[in-house]
């Protein structure tokens, strides 16, 4: 069985799939038989090579925020995530999760490790999995992670984040993890105070220069995947009918093969460009099919990454789990 889940309500809802088609179907659009045959490779890597507390071995494997790009991963496959396959893997993952948050300030992971970055996806995951895994723990965690965001930004003169939870500077890649991370906990139903989103769109719009393309502190030096990121962000925000929107899509569609980040990029410009046209979205998603599967390796993995095959393996799903929609973040 599959399941969908639901942005607000969570509810599941069962899908029948017969074995003997080649082609899997998600509402009216079909899922490519080589985008099914990639990802089970892929989430069987990801399983067997899980550890026993849920993190994996690899450099960056045992980061809260790359385990949960691997359990939304398996999330974002759509089988019921307490009955189904992936159920053990995504309990182990979470669990893990939850046991590097801090009791007192909400900090998820180590202050000596990526920091935001972590922080930031690891909220994410947990929100994507809020409602939908039978888990108590996951509502209070990620109220405090949410809760320890906010503080951050409050102490940022540009209401913004950066690697250091106390830094006095920002930047719109790691402003990006926090901002999507609240954004899908408001959606999962967590307070977030508005004013916290506000700010955050305003330091996007401060760093968006006039072709519309988006820099990395400020407004100079804008590049696709950190335009990506900000249409995301201006998406999952409802503001989509903006200047800053319209300008960023165009830039966007111009340089969105224009990267040196791979599988991080593709993570991004994969939900920017599914939420920006649908036409474009499927011109792209066709090409990042062939590159994703002529990429991956014979174990399942995409092992060609500085920062280790779970996260690389992680995102180069994620980058192609829209053909699925089943994590509330892909909703339309």
């Known amino acids: 069985m599959k399941c969908a ?15 003997a088609q080649s082609l899997l179907t998600v509402g009216r659009d079909p899922v490519p038989t080589e985008v099914e045959t990639s990802y089970l490779k892929g989430l069987k890597y990801l399983v067997t090579s899980q550890k026993s507390d849920g993190s994996w071995q690899d450099q960056y494997g045992q980061e809260p925020g790359v385990v949960g790009l691997a359990v939304m991963a398996m999330l974002a496959h759509g089988d019921d995530p307490n009955t189904g396959p992936y159920k053990d893997a995504i309990r182990k993952g979470l669990r893990y999760i939850l046991s590097k948050a801090d009791a007192k300030t909400g900090m998820i992971g180590s202050p000596q490790s990526m920091t935001m970055y972590s922080h930031g996806f690891a909220t994410l995951a947990l929100a994507e999995a809020y409602g939908a895994v039978e888990e108590p723990l996951i509502g209070p965690v990620l109220q405090r992670a949410v809760d320890f965001l906010v503080a951050s930004q409050k102490r940022n003169p540009m209401g913004a ?24 906990a408001r959606n999962a139903g967590i307070k977030v105070p508005d004013e916290a989103i506000e700010k955050g769109l305003k330091f996007y719009r401060n760093c968006q220069d006039n072709t519309g393309g988006i820099g990395y502190t400020n407004a100079g030096g804008p590049n696709s995947t950190r335009t990506a990121i900000g249409m995301l962000v201006f998406t999952l925000a409802r503001q989509k009918d903006t200047p800053f929107y319209r300008s960023a899509t165009t830039y966007f569609k111009q340089t969105v093969d224009q990267s040196s980040y791979p599988f991080y990029h593709e993570y991004y410009a994969a939900q920017a460009a599914f939420h920006s046209d649908e036409a474009f979205w499927q011109a792209w998603n066709t090409a990042n099919i062939k590159r994703m599967t002529r990429m991956q390796d014979a174990n399942g993995s995409w092992g060609a990454s500085q920062f280790g095959a779970c996260y690389s393996t992680a995102s180069a799903l994620l980058s192609m789990a829209l053909n699925y929609r089943y994590l509330p973040i892909y909703e339309r």
Do not use: E, H, N
Not at 6 to 19: C, D, K, N, P
Not at 164 to 175: E, F, I, L, P
């Open 5 to 19: 889940l639901l942005i607000g309500s969570l509810f599941v809802l069962g899908v029948a799939v017969s074995q």
């Open 161 to 184: 984040w950066r690697y250091q939870a106390d830094a006095q500077d920002a930047d719109t890649t790691v402003s990006g993890a926090q901002m999507v991370g609240l954004l899908a």
